[in-house]
């Protein structure tokens, strides 16, 4: 089975600081994805890359940025975190980009900005 | 651009009832439709996919039809139990997933 591995479930942090999601995937999977996770939105895309240093914008990267320098591993990056970004944050991986292909799901990390 | 509209929750069924959540979608393409679930303290796993028009998927019970005409990926299951509480998504992919905003499920013994 392919395992997403988010490095926090919980995480409080205070406004102006710079925070570190960390995620990794076992299944040597070419694409991963962050997306925010707020009620009565579903998900929203947020940063997502198809190989090791590339990224690309989903649609709301504003405030974010993120880091892949090994395959298995991608980062998203709040260079000043703000209280609006207190959110559920979900990272996937899928094999390919293909469409046929289902992303996996991390259990995500509830992040919290006093 | 792609959009995903989904019924509205809460839903709150009791055991052995049958189950319908309605999603239509918006797309230029022509993309794979998947539904999503998401269980209490845990992130989301595929619960069924139809890469076609015509499609059926089916897991657990669950079934959904790739409707090309109605734009249509209702979900149903047609005796559900409290086990099948959980939020689920409606979700397009052509080159990028879209989401639907979740139902959430609560099945009562």
């Known amino acids: 089975d392919v395992k997403v591995t988010q490095s926090s479930r919980y995480l409080v942090k205070r406004t102006g600081e710079k925070v570190f999601l960390e995620c990794v995937q076992d299944?040597?999977?070419?694409?991963m994805f962050w997306y925010r996770q707020d009620p009565g939105l579903g998900l929203r895309l947020i940063y997502f890359?198809?190989?090791?240093?590339?990224?690309e914008k989903g649609d709301i990267p504003e405030g974010y940025s993120v880091s892949r320098e090994k395959k298995e591993r991608f980062s998203l990056i709040l260079e000043s975190a703000s209280t609006n970004q207190t959110s559920m944050y979900l990272c996937?991986?899928?094999?390919?980009?293909?469409?046929?292909?289902?992303?996996?799901f991390g259990d995500g990390t509830r992040l919290s900005i006093l | 651009g792609n959009s995903v509209t989904q019924m509205e929750g809460p839903v709150t069924l009791s055991e052995e009832a049958f189950l319908t959540i309605n999603c239509t979608y918006t797309a230029t393409g022509y993309p794979s439709l998947f539904w999503y679930v998401q269980y209490p303290g845990e992130g989301l796993q595929l619960l069924l996919k139809?890469?076609?028009?015509?499609d059926k998927g089916s897991n657990k019970g669950f079934e959904a039809t790739y409707r090309k005409e109605t734009t249509s990926f209702h979900l149903e299951k047609g005796s559900v139990q409290v086990s099948d509480s959980a939020v689920y998504f409606c979700?397009?992919?052509?080159?990028?997933?879209?989401f639907g905003a979740g139902t959430t499920v609560t099945v009562r013994a």
């Open positions: 139809a890469t076609k028009a015509d």
């Open positions: 979700a397009l992919d052509d080159y990028k997933l879209s």
């Open positions: 996937a991986s899928s094999l390919t980009g293909d469409s046929n292909q289902p992303q996996h």
């Open positions: 299944m040597d999977h070419e694409n």
């Open positions: 890359s198809y190989d090791v240093k590339m990224k």
